[in-house]
């Protein structure tokens, strides 16, 4: 009806019905947007922000408030949705134009720019921190994440008990999405400190809202408590890293049972990789038995979404189901199963050699630590020499991690054939990697780095004396004492301090 108004009366189309019209299509986008119709939603969009667009062209300073506000909304929603189909830099684009928009607002009402305007600013800061940490600039993102919160806290001490529960869920957001990019940057205490306070928001809000705390919030707060786990266990903290990670399959399994089919894969894919962070903490702590049980649960939902999904079972799922079947299979071969763990490495490079015929080259530059599942040592390191030189300065401290106990590996395999030659070499190129990680990290080296290092030191070092070489032998002794690393060493045995 009002189309054919906007026909009918031409240039005489009065500004409120156009400014109405614009409203009409922002709703309709909204709402197939929200049913996954991202195509139609940009279409009605992009209707909204032309007749916008020539509103505030005709109406110059008589472009009302209302109408601004709209607008910035409309690139807002048309961002969110260019950024789930892909489009990074022109959700950028638009992110910026409604950022742009309620910036001005602001400092045109002051004191009466509404707690909804400043929410949708300060989402939008967010979304913006967002796709910059996605490509890369962690510096400006943080910067956006800051300014999200000022925002959403200076609304939370304005609005005191009237805060809603939405406003709160962006804010605890944003910083778990701050507390990402922080530890990215190796800045593990600052991201704890995030973690704990979305934490804190959302378990206010379950506690509020009962039987109202909505599935993508207890998501999200699962999500913070994986996060924080895997914090914790980069400072060495296993106990505290199994209690986050406990905390987040019991929220996961909650969602699971009350939504039965209607549990989304998304949540299925963090559930089976809580699991996986358990079982890999477990072992690590020497609880094989809880080790192969978690990794199992973990296996059997990533099978079940890849027969759910068939050719929408993504990449990143099948990485991550090809290691969990890689660390069960350590597990088991831990344990003297021989037999189960080649069946578990075999399913892990089956999944992987997939994955590197559909991927290609971009195997190589998006997943450089898949090749870990390899139980094939040479191929892991072919693989992962190939990803170093191609990446060069961007190859990270965990893939050439990764590289080192991939060297440590057949090291251990050409000692158990009594190649003790063979062996050495690798450990020397194991040290090397993670000598050069100890100078790039300095006192950012996380514990279990410094830790596999005194290791491969220990390794050599046996393997030496055991060639008769004991002055080089107590030369590696003394390097792997010379550190703090406690998982290996008895009190005694320690270096004086």
Known sequence: MLEALRAQLGAQFPPAMAHGLAQVYLSRGNALFGQGDAMAALADYGRAIAIWEALREQLGGEFSPAMANGLASVYMNRGAALSGQGGATAALEDYGRAIAIWEALREQLGAQFSPAMADNLAGAYGKWGVILRAQGDATAALLDFGRAIAMWEALREQLGGQFPPAMADGLAKVYVNR????????DATAALVDFGRAIAMW???????????SPAMANNLASAYMNRGVVLLSQGGAATALEAYERAIAIWEALREQLGAQFPPAMADNLA????????TLFGQGDATAALEDYGRAIAIWEALREQLGAQFSPAMANNLASAYLNRGNVLLKQGDATAALEDYGRAIAIREALRE???????????????????????????????????AQFSPDTADNLASA???????FSDQ????????????AIAIREALRGQLGAQLPPTMADSLARVYMKRGLTL?????????LADYAQARAGSFPRIWPTTWRAPT
């Not at 990789?273 to 890999?280: E, S, V």
């Not at 040592?377 to 191609?390: D, K, P, S």
Request: hydrophobic fraction near 45%; charge should be negative.
């Open 465 to 473: 004396f055991g060639e008769g070489d004991a002055a080089a032998a």
């Open 358 to 392: 559909q991927l290609g080259a971009q195997f190589l530059s998006d997943k450089g630590d898949a090749a870990a599942a390899v139980a094939d040592y040479g191929r892991a390191i072919a693989i992962r020499e190939a990803l170093r030189e191609q990446l060069g």
């Open 273 to 280: 990789g809580a699991y996986g962070n358990c079982g890999l």
């Open 179 to 186: 507390g990402n990019a922080l530890f990215k940057q190796g």
């Open 203 to 213: 378990e206010a809000l379950r506690e509020q809202l009962g039987a109202q705390f």
């Open 418 to 429: 009594g190649d003790a030659a063979a062996a050495l070499e690798d450990y020397g190129r």
């Open 407 to 413: 060297y440590v590996n057949r090291g251990n395999a």
